[in-house]
Structures are given as C-alpha cells and as structure tokens.
T-cell receptor, first 110, second 116 residues
Framework: RKEVEQDPGPFNVPEGATVAFNCTYS??????FFWYRQDCRKEPKLLMS???SGNEDGRFTAQLNRASQYISLLIRDSKLSDSATYLC???????????FGTGTQLKVEL | EAGVAQSPRYKIIEKRQSVAFWCNPI?????LYWYQQILGQGPKLLIQ????????DSQLPKDRFSAERLKGVDSTLKIQPAKLEDSAVYLC??????????????FGEGSWLTVV
C-alpha cells in the first residue's frame, strides 16, 4: 500500500462548480498534513496546511480525519485558474520528512 | 526575497553519461532537499540535508546518485552513469529548521533531465 494515495483524475468540472478531492495515508503516526498545488511544468507550491479542526482559506476548505486516515480538499466556485494538480502531502514526523501523493489533476472548463 | 535557484534548467544526455545539477537554497534555510519527480507521479525525496549533514538518504540510489552540501549552503546532485529511467525533473527545495513538523518547503523550478 502506498504511503499516500490519491485519485489521479483528471477531474473535469465546469467553472463555478464545487469539487472535492480525497487522500488517504497509511502511517497512523503522521503528524502534519498539507495540500500543495502544482501547475503544469512548474514547481509545487504550498496551498494550505490541514488542521484537525478543519480550516478554510477563501474558496478552499481542508479537513483531516485521523480516525479514518484521510484528508480532503474542497474547492467552491471553481475558477479556470484553479486548473492544476493538487498534491496531498504527509509529514511522518519531526524533521520535515514529507511524502507526496501522486497528485489529482483538476481541469476547470468554461 | 530570492527563491531556490537551480541549474541547468534542461539537460539531455545519453545513457551511461554523467550529469550534475546545482542548487542554491533560500538564504538562511538550513534544510535542503533533492526530490525526483517522474512524469505523472508526485515528488519523491532523494536526500535531505540539514546544514552540511545528511538527515535522510534512504531513497537515494547510491550506486549511481551522489549529493553533497559541503559548506552547508549550495548543493550538487550527480548521476553517474545515467539510465533511461532517470529521466525526470529534479527538484531542489529548502526550509527553515524547526523543532517539529510543518515548516513550509519552498521548491526551485527544477532541472529537467532527459536520458536518451
């Protein structure tokens, strides 16, 4: 089983739609969680951290379920500019040892 | 503030040749990472340095890959001899040293390697 698993997609959605991505992780001792965004042929960039209580940043909401070991990202009112690959990232412990999922590709269409 | 600098951006080599990539992290960042990202996959950590010491190199294919960060600032990743399956983007990243998990990692634009 992979340490971090994501549906690779692509998710093709119309502009204005709400879309959700899930990610599961295998190591129950994982300490922190993130979503990174990667545009085509660009480097990954931090989108948001994921907190146990859930957190929101504008149109983006991230949630963590430790009991089920999954993380979610919800994007409301999708924009064309949201088209990218969204990488689920898990930190196993101290020292910033990040494990990346394969990414979920989102395409927002007119 | 200057970001993570990498060079060269693109490199095409024949199999069995060697190649070296250079990285200069964000000023003041003690932790430096090299990731390999194969097309369609997420980045995979090859090696992590804190200052000039290796923190994790468990996924580095040591028979052909080597990396160094001699003065605790910039770093070089070398592949010798290259194989076709080494075709990938090599991403350098850096972060501040933190007591626990969660410091943001900043990536460079990557060095794109094609082995033919």
């Amino acid at each position: 089983r992979k340490e971090v698993e994501q549906d690779p997609g692509p998710f093709n959605v119309p502009e204005g739609a709400t879309v959700a991505f899930n990610c599961t992780y295998s190591n129950s001792a994982s300490q922190s969680f993130f979503w990174y965004r990667q545009d085509c042929r660009k480097e990954p960039k931090l989108l948001m951290s994921v907190y146990s209580s859930g957190n929101e940043d504008g149109r983006f909401t991230a949630q963590l379920n430790r009991a089920s070991q999954y993380i979610s990202l919800l994007i409301r009112d999708s924009k064309l500019s949201d088209s990218a690959t969204y990488l689920c990232v898990v930190n196993k412990g101290g020292g910033n040892k990040l494990t990346f999922g394969t990414g979920t590709q989102l395409k927002v269409e007119l | 503030e200057a970001g993570v600098a990498q060079s060269p951006r693109y490199k095409i080599i024949e199999k069995r040749q060697s190649v070296a990539f250079w990285c200069n992290p964000i000023s003041g960042h003690a932790t430096l990472y090299w990731y390999q990202q194969i097309l369609g996959q997420g980045p995979k950590l090859l090696i992590q340095f804190q200052n000039n010491g290796v923190v994790d190199d468990s996924q580095l294919p040591k028979d052909r890959f080597s990396a160094e960060r001699l003065k605790g600032v910039d770093s070089t990743l070398k592949i010798q001899p290259a194989k076709l399956e080494d075709s990938a983007v090599y991403l350098c990243a850096s972060s501040e040293v933190g007591r626990g998990a969660g410091n943001t990692i900043y990536f460079g634009e990557g060095s794109w390697l094609t082995v033919v």
